[in-house]
């Protein structure tokens, strides 16, 4: 069967990470990498192997089947429309977009020239929340909150050192790290509406928050509490936790699963099976076999939640 071909825009952490995931993906091919820094894409080059180009048009006549953004969020709209004159699908990177405004406009670009699209949340295809669901299925009783806490000693942290990733402009953890668990929350239990919320910045204006409070209810009338803290004595710390009337199952740090019950301690339940990949995904979705992708309609939607916690 014929590969995959996806085009890669933008070499920063994450990027690295796609170009790994699909050079070690026996169904893709890496049609080209760009961006802007040269220096950036002669590395890459050697180290991979990979055609790179600092033109987008060059990349983009390539007419690969799939392209990647994996740029700062204020670029993401520019990008699509120029991906979308071309007719080529998109997968972006989250947050969708540098606003609701810009969200709008993807959707609206890629549904003009009907393309598919995909957003990146890598932990929707995780191992951890594939074991979260299976244990929602069984012994919770009533569904009583949702909680999400994320703690940082320091933000940005000491892997993710970049021009924009502090500032206010379009970094900060809510735009970061957020988005992965309103989206987990909005596929599990449908959407939210904010009931308020308070944001906290320091006074040098160019940085991003430094904490948030905030309450929530799904549709369906769960109440959800959000909470956000950055520059304190602490390890950082990640907890989704989903309370039941029987049991409580939390997601710790990312790839962690915890159950806990009624004047028991809480136990760690092994996550060994993972659902398919992001990259199979959206090779299946072109093939037209049934898939798990969030198109940027999704997207939008978690858009407006973190656009709603950042005013």
């Known amino acids: 069967m014929t590969k995959t071909t996806i085009g890669i825009i933008g070499t920063g952490v994450v990027g690295e990470r796609i170009i790994n995931q699909a050079l070690q993906n026996e169904h893709y091919e890496i049609a080209a990498i760009f961006d802007t820094n040269e220096e950036r894409t002669a590395q890459l080059a ?38 979308a004159k071309h007719g080529l699908h998109i997968l972006s990177e989250k947050p969708l977009a540098h606003d609701a405004a810009d969200g709008e406009t993807m959707v609206r670009v890629a549904n003009d020239v009907k393309v598919k699209t995909a957003m990146h949340f890598p932990l929707m295809y995780g191992a951890a929340v594939h074991q979260l669901k299976k244990e929602l299925t069984s012994g919770m009783g009533d569904i009583t909150r949702i909680e999400l806490h994320t703690y940082f000693p320091e933000w940005p942290r000491k892997w993710q050192q970049n021009p924009w990733i502090a500032s206010r402009e379009q970094g900060g953890f809510i735009r970061e790290i957020f988005p992965h668990y309103l989206q987990l929350t909005h596929h599990l239990f449908g959407d939210l509406n904010i009931l308020a919320y308070e944001t906290t910045y320091p006074e040098n204006t160019e940085l991003c928050e430094t904490g948030v409070s905030a309450l929530a209810k799904t549709t369906s009338g769960i109440p959800v509490v959000i909470n956000g803290l950055a520059g304190i004595g602490q390890e950082e710390r990640i907890d989704y936790k989903i309370f039941g009337s029987e049991k409580v199952v939390t997601l710790r740090n990312w790839s962690q699963v915890y159950t806990s019950k009624a004047y028991e301690p809480e136990v760690e339940v092994p996550a060994n099976t993972a659902p398919e990949s992001m990259l199979d995904a959206c090779r299946k979705v072109l093939l037209g076999e049934e898939a798990f992708i969030v198109p940027f309609e999704e997207g939008l939607k978690v858009q407006r939640w973190i656009d709603e916690l950042l005013k």
């Open 46 to 83: 050697e180290k991979y192997n990979v055609p790179t180009t600092n033109d987008l048009q060059d990349l983009l006549n390539l007419k690969p089947d799939w392209v990647y953004i994996g740029t700062p969020p204020v670029s993401h709209a520019t990008l699509a429309e120029e991906i």
